[in-house]
């Protein structure tokens, strides 16, 4: 069987995992959804090599955060996913490490239109989560995903850790949202300072602090 989303048909689906028993775990769902599953053995060196074979290998991906683990990968799964779906190749980004809102970086997840957590891995969640990075390639939005302009206030920073605190007014006046300076553009990097404004793209329908993300920032 194949599943059909606005125009895109999946029929076969592409696990990315380093642990061979997560890898059978996720064919699983795939197979109760009627699909295929492919596994990558690994090892994987080079990102932008992986990138250009996915369309020959599969229809979609079903990737795990953490890749560098064993050696497996040269990279994590956000960068792989956030890739993917850039380029309209569907993923999804699984993870059963409960750090994974403050280790992905919040630039990232303005690709990565689901992440999913080993209670919420069913065949109802993958569908779903297949549906929205579709539609998002076409530029369908859920309200909780769509991105607007926004103004942005820096609230504390650690330049040591590598990380600041902003403030979104007009999602919350009080919520502290952490930030790599990693998800900056090099160019502002050293403007990140306290009560410093910036613009970015920011998806301010999210209905928790967890799912905001942040890119194409600039300068007040």
Not at 52 to 74: G, I, S
Not at 131 to 149: A, N, Y
Not at 170 to 196: C, E, F, H, T
């Amino acid at each position: 069987m194949a599943l059909t989303i606005n125009g895109k048909t999946i029929e076969t689906v592409l696990v990315i995992d380093d642990d061979e028993q997560a890898r059978e775990g996720f064919g699983y769902v795939i197979e109760e959804m009627k699909l295929k599953p492919v596994y990558e053995a690994g090892p994987l060196h080079d990102l932008q090599k992986l990138l250009t074979q996915l369309p020959n290998r599969a229809d979609a991906v079903v990737c795990d955060y953490h890749l560098r683990v064993r050696n497996f990968a040269h990279f994590d799964g956000d960068q792989l996913v956030a890739s993917s779906n850039s380029n309209q190749f569907p993923a999804l980004l699984c993870t059963t490490y409960t750090d994974s809102d403050v280790t992905v970086l919040r630039s990232k997840r303005r690709y990565i239109p689901t992440l999913l957590k080993p209670e919420a891995y069913s065949p109802e969640t993958f569908v779903r989560g297949f549906t929205r990075c579709v539609l998002e390639s076409k530029g369908e939005f859920d309200p909780s995903r769509r991105p607007w302009r926004t103004l942005v206030r820096v609230e504390e920073v650690d330049m040591a850790g590598g990380y600041f605190y902003v403030v979104v007014p007009i999602w919350s006046a009080d919520d502290k949202i952490r930030i790599y300076l990693a998800d900056v553009p090099d160019q502002m990097r050293g403007r990140v300072k306290s009560d410093q404004r910036f613009h970015a793209q920011v998806n301010i329908g999210a209905e928790t602090a967890d799912e905001l993300y942040f890119f194409e920032w600039e300068d007040h």
